[in-house]
Structure formats: structure tokens, C-alpha cells
């Protein structure tokens, strides 16, 4: 098991994803803010620590997936500028918050000063630094060689799901390449499979992209045929030639949990004791939805401190003194973990730590601050070395092969988040558009002019229909009103333009209000659905 120098090796891994939201018909629409949570709380934190290490000559390596629909919205001048107004609003909030907090004992003072000089921080990052172009910093990042950039499916569609329909799950794959060169300007070597699910239909896609790596859940791994003979510490080939790396339980636990890592220490941010949900909504406009909708705005003023309703207040200098310590905790673990594997193998071990990128700064507000600490410890430590999957191949080109199992992760790790009696309806209508649209491109294979807009519009339509996200919400209970709209709207406008292709007449207003609505993939060919 020929690898990359030291003892053993450690990938960390960051998937990063939203679904596509914009509504350009509101001036202030409330899911667009998850848009904004993400880039104030995780993007613009992450891209300023590694730009900073980069500019510091730290050496680290990092591997992380922008998903197409993230990747469009960061692009998007109008969601831009949208987000530059809402950053603007909750400068003036934490503004007052100041007097209010000086005025109520001075308690809470040094906390609002926190969050204004971090929203004014934010805007610095955003105009200045970045220059609104956080795509270009990932890639400028990329270019550096310390983080491999890699892609998603198109929207996120959870593909095992989609076996009943391979051409489905083709596209998925393909435009998801497609939109990694258009932003980036070179064709991904790896890729992201949503949601980590993993099925044999999704081979042959992966092959054809010319796909080099992919990732799956541990038991993805542990229980393929043949067991490997590694486990989740080597990655694999599957049948068709794809290396398939296995996530490591370990990592997982330390960092991903709640209950059992490091984000629920009591020193943390409690993330779900927002300023939005509390004060009378007279003082918080006009951060809050012109409709008066309660919404988080990000600053919070209480610790986790216990399982109680009792919180104490938030003290950051505590907190980042605690990353710290979970920092060197962290990675003395990983060593005392690659010394007792390599033992165990014979060899070093390869140990891959994938987690949602927005687990960094937007749930667990000190993430990026910690993952600094680890990266820059592990760059001067003598026995773990930070690598990528593509570096990590290209010093291990002998892999055994071995055919992954049917997995995701999430709930009980076999697809039922995504396919429970609260989201199994959706299921037949995407396999029946799936099949309309092949049948669509059969019957126009080089169509031009409105109608070649149209079936290029009915496709972004099926693709943005199949977003995993959709049934996720709907499994969890969370803005189901909306999943389930976003659903039908999205099905429904297939429908209307299926109708209207194959019987006619073409009605050049509703094609032009669909492509108003979601303009994302502008250079979406239909014919890749075959």
C-alpha cells in the first residue's frame, strides 16, 4: 500500500452546496438568506483564513466541492448585490444593538461590538479583498496547489434515487462538469456524489465525465464485494475504474457531532438563540422580513453552556481559547490514530474527514478558526501529512477493486431521508420528466431559435426539480411549504413546456419568464439529456 510520505495521511474534505434560490420578482425573499447566512458565516471566514495562509507560505492541502447551484448564486450580480443590502441591514442592527446593550447594564455590549465589527469585516472581505468574486478566490486558491477544487451534481439531485432513469443521472453528473469548467476553467478530477449516495447506476455517469475519484459513506466501503482489504483507510477502484475513498468514522464523530464532538462543547456559540427570535420586532427592523417575519440575524449573544434552557452569555476569547485546545486535541488524536493503523495495515494509513462546509462558521461558529489551528499544526507536524485525492492517487496508482454497496449518509444511511411518506410522492413525476425529456431530445436533436430555448428551459426545469434538497426539507419538517412548491412550480413548468413543444404553439413570453426566474447554467446545452 504505496503512499505519500510519514506515517500516515489525512484528507479533509469540504462539500459545499445550496439549493438555487433567487427571486428576482420580491425585493426581499426570506430562503435568499441562506444564501447570505452561508457567505457571512462560512465562505467569507474559510476563504480568508486559507488566502491568508497562502499568503503566509503555511503549507496545507484541502480538498473542496462547490456544488453548481452554489457556484451560480455566488455568481449572480443581483444576489450580490442583494446580499451586500442584507449585510447593510445587520451593520445598522448590531449599530443599535450597541446602545441598547450599553444602555440595558452593558452586559451584552461587548458582544454587539463583536458582530458589528464582524459584519463590517464581512464587507471589507467581500468588496475589497474579494471583490465580490468569491469564485475566482476559490480558484485563485486551487492555483496556489493547496486546495483541490472539485464538483457536484448539477442541483444536488440525489442519484440513487434516480436508477430507474440513467439518463438522469448522466446529465446530473455532466452539467455538474460542465458548470466546474465554465467557473473555473479546467474539467474537475474529482466529484461530489449528493448527499454521499452512492448506487451502481451512478458508475457509468462518473466514467463517462472522466471522473477520477468520488467519495462514499464508511459502510458504502466496508461492506462492497470484495470487503477491501484496507477498509475505509485506502481507497479503491470500482468496476468501472473510478478510486472510491471511504469516509472514517473516527473524524466524523470528533468533529461532526453535536452531542459527542467538538461543537457542543459548552464554551461554543449556541447557534439556536438568535437576536431575531427574541427582541420585539419594532427593534429589529428592518433586519428582519418586511413582513414582519421573525428570521435569524446572526448575532447571538448566549454560549451553549449545558442542556438547558439556562444559557450564559458568549464570551469569544473563551471560545477561541477552546478551539485551540480542540485544535491540538484533534491532531494529537490523528497521530496516535495513523500510528495504530499503520500497525494494524502495514503500512500508512489514509484517513478522509469529508463534512458540510457550512458545519464551519454557520453552525459551529468557531469551525473555521479551528480548522486554521489544525492546518497550521499540521503543517510543522512530523508524522500526519495533509494531502489531496488527486495528489494521494498519483502516489498510489495499485488499487484493489472492489464494487461499493448501495449507501448514503444521513439517517440510517440507505437513502430514507430522501425517499420517506413525506417526499416519496415527488418521486414518480421526476422519473415520468426524465423520460419526457429524453423523448424531447429524441424528436428535436437539433433544434435552433425559440424552440431550442425552450428545451434547453424544460431541462434546467427537470434538473432544478431533482434537487435533493427539496425532499430533505420535507423529511425534516423545515420550510416544507416552500420544498414542496419549488416541486410542483418547477414540475409544473416542465409540463407546461413539454406541452407546448410537442403540440405547439411556442409561446415566446412564457419561455421568456421561466429563463427570468432562473437563469442559472445560461450555456446548458439540452441535448446532453439522452
Known amino acids: 500500500m504505496k503512499t505519500p510520505s510519514r506515517r500516515g495521511n489525512l484528507c479533509i474534505v469540504l462539500h459545499g452546496h445550496l439549493p438555487y434560490i433567487r427571486h428576482p420578482e420580491h425585493p426581499d425573499f426570506l430562503e435568499e438568506r441562506w444564501l447570505f447566512e452561508a457567505i457571512t458565516e462560512t465562505y467569507l471566514p474559510l476563504l480568508d483564513r486559507l488566502t491568508t495562509l497562502v499568503e ?312 473555521p478558526h479551528w480548522l486554521e489551528l489544525v492546518l497550521r499544526r499540521l503543517a510543522a507536524h512530523p508524522t500526519v501529512g495533509l494531502t489531496t485525492p488527486s495528489e494521494y492517487l498519483r502516489c498510489a496508482p495499485r488499487l484493489q477493486t472492489v464494487a461499493p454497496c448501495l449507501s448514503s449518509w444521513g439517517w440510517k444511511g440507505y437513502n430514507e431521508m430522501w425517499l420517506q411518506g413525506a417526499n416519496a410522492w415527488i418521486y414518480p413525476h421526476l422519473h415520468h420528466a426524465s423520460q419526457r425529456m429524453s423523448a424531447l431530445v429524441r424528436a428535436h436533436p437539433s433544434a435552433d431559435g425559440l424552440r431550442r430555448r425552450a428545451l434547453t428551459q424544460a431541462l434546467r426545469e427537470l434538473l432544478l426539480a431533482q434537487a435533493s434538497d427539496w425532499a430533505f426539507i420535507m423529511a425534516t419538517g423545515t420550510a416544507v411549504d416552500y420544498a414542496r412548491t419549488r416541486t410542483r412550480r418547477h414540475l409544473a413548468r416542465f409540463a407546461q413546456l413539454d406541452q407546448q413543444i410537442t403540440r405547439g404553439p411556442l409561446d415566446a413570453r412564457v419561455v421568456a419568464e421561466c429563463e427570468a426566474h432562473t437563469p442559472c447554467f445560461p450555456w446548458l446545452d439540452y441535448r446532453v439529456h439522452r
Open 56 to 367: 503566509e507560505g503555511v503549507p496545507f492541502r484541502l480538498t473542496v466541492s462547490i456544488s453548481p447551484t452554489l457556484g451560480a448564486m455566488l455568481a449572480d450580480p443581483l444576489l450580490q448585490q442583494r446580499y451586500l443590502s442584507h449585510l447593510d441591514r445587520l451593520r445598522a442592527l448590531a449599530a443599535r444593538e450597541g446602545g441598547r446593550t450599553a444602555a440595558g447594564g452593558g452586559r451584552f455590549r461587548p458582544l454587539a461590538e463583536h458582530y458589528r465589527r464582524q459584519f463590517a469585516h464581512c464587507r471589507w472581505l467581500f468588496v475589497e479583498r474579494f471583490q465580490r468574486d468569491l469564485l475566482g478566490a476559490f480558484r485563485r486558491l486551487a492555483q496556489s496547489g493547496c486546495v483541490e477544487l472539485m464538483t457536484c451534481a448539477a442541483t444536488h439531485g440525489f442519484l440513487p434515487l434516480m436508477a430507474v432513469s440513467p439518463e438522469s443521472i448522466a446529465t446530473q453528473v455532466e452539467v455538474g462538469c460542465q458548470a466546474f469548467e465554465q467557473a473555473f476553467g479546467w474539467r474537475p478530477a474529482g466529484f461530489w456524489l449528493p448527499e454521499c449516495g452512492y448506487h451502481p447506476a451512478v458508475e457509468p455517469a462518473l466514467k463517462a465525465a472522466g471522473i477520477q475519484y468520488t467519495f462514499v459513506e464508511s459502510h458504502g466501503l466496508l461492506y462492497g464485494r470484495p470487503r477491501p482489504a484496507y477498509g475505509v483507510y485506502a481507497p479503491v477502484r470500482n468496476p468501472t475504474g473510478t478510486a472510491v475513498f471511504g469516509r472514517d468514522p473516527e473524524t466524523t464523530r470528533q468533529v461532526w457531532s453535536s452531542a459527542d464532538g467538538y461543537p457542543g462543547d459548552p464554551w461554543y456559540r449556541e447557534f439556536y438563540r438568535d437576536l431575531g427570535f427574541e427582541l420585539p420586532l419594532d427593534q429589529l427592523a428592518p433586519a428582519v422580513h418586511p413582513d414582519g417575519i421573525r428570521t435569524a440575524t446572526g448575532l447571538k449573544y448566549y454560549r451553549i453552556t449545558d442542556r438547558t434552557e439556562q444559557k450564559a452569555p458568549y464570551e469569544p476569547a473563551r471560545a477561541a481559547e477552546q478551539a485551540d485546545a480542540h485544535a491540538g486535541h484533534f491532531v494529537f488524536n490523528r497521530d496516535r490514530q495513523v500510528e495504530h493503523l499503520a500497525g494494524v495495515l502495514g503500512g500508512p494509513p489514509l484517513i478522509v474527514a469529508p463534512y458540510d462546509a457550512e458545519l464551519f462558521g454557520h453552525w459551529w461558529y468557531e469551525g
